[in-house]
């Protein structure tokens, strides 16, 4: 029995709300019929796996997008469309993370790029709540800055090494399945946050589950 010490946390469907329809909606709008096959929740293209491990930067993958699907649009309706997908972050579950922090180290790793960190930064900060979300954190990881993406081991190793964390008193909580599956593979202790469902009625329970596998 290993009592759970640390907490490991996804950011999209599992704190910010997300709506991947929305962002395929605008670019259907703007002339990307197909944008599903180029990019969800499960699968995307090289080129988006590219620039959520920043190994190209915001106007290459735009400008790379809108070549290769032949698009004619200012840069700002590209960003405005590739950012609709995000939604808000509920105060509620910031003061929810940052009471776990009394008894856990919490940490954050997204698959995320450069221009939605921009976004929801931004948003958070028009709200006052940009500095009690970094506060949540012992640490937080971005994909885009560490040069390596969710579901791949190496990605969930650095976490646990710079942070002298144990496979095996850790808990990572995601919304997507194929990250789960790579987070186990290494021995993290794991709950797949289905749709629909909130932290907020969950983590309790899944923690204290947890102490007992």
Not at 179 to 196: D, P, R, S
Request: proline share 2%; with cysteine; aromatic share 10%.
């Amino acid at each position: 029995m290993n009592e759970i010490k640390n907490i490991i946390f996804d950011l999209g469907g599992v704190i910010l709300k997300l709506d991947y329809s929305k962002t395929e909606d605008e670019f259907k709008k703007i002339g990307v019929l197909h944008f599903k096959k180029l990019y969800s929740q499960k699968n995307q293209t090289l080129l988006f796996d590219d620039f959520e491990k920043g190994k190209i930067k915001p106007e290459e993958f735009i400008s790379s997008l809108k070549e290769s699907e032949n698009l004619n649009i200012k840069e700002i309706d590209f960003i405005n469309a590739w950012n609709a997908m995000l939604l808000e972050i509920p105060v509620e579950k910031l003061e929810f993370i940052e009471n776990l922090k009394k008894n856990y180290k919490i940490f954050l790793l997204s698959n995320t790029n450069e221009i939605h960190i921009n976004k929801f930064e931004d948003d958070l900060r028009k709200k006052n709540m940009l500095e009690q979300f970094y506060k949540c954190f012992d640490k937080i990881y971005y994909s885009s800055r560490m040069g390596k993406r969710k579901p791949d081991e190496i990605c969930f190793n650095q976490v646990l090494e710079e942070n002298g964390l144990s496979a095996d008193n850790t808990l990572f909580i995601d919304d997507s399945i194929q990250h789960i599956v790579g987070a186990e593979k290494i021995g993290i202790k794991t709950f797949h946050l289905e749709k629909n469902k909130s932290i907020l009625d969950l983590v309790p329970d899944i923690i204290q589950s947890k102490h007992h596998q």
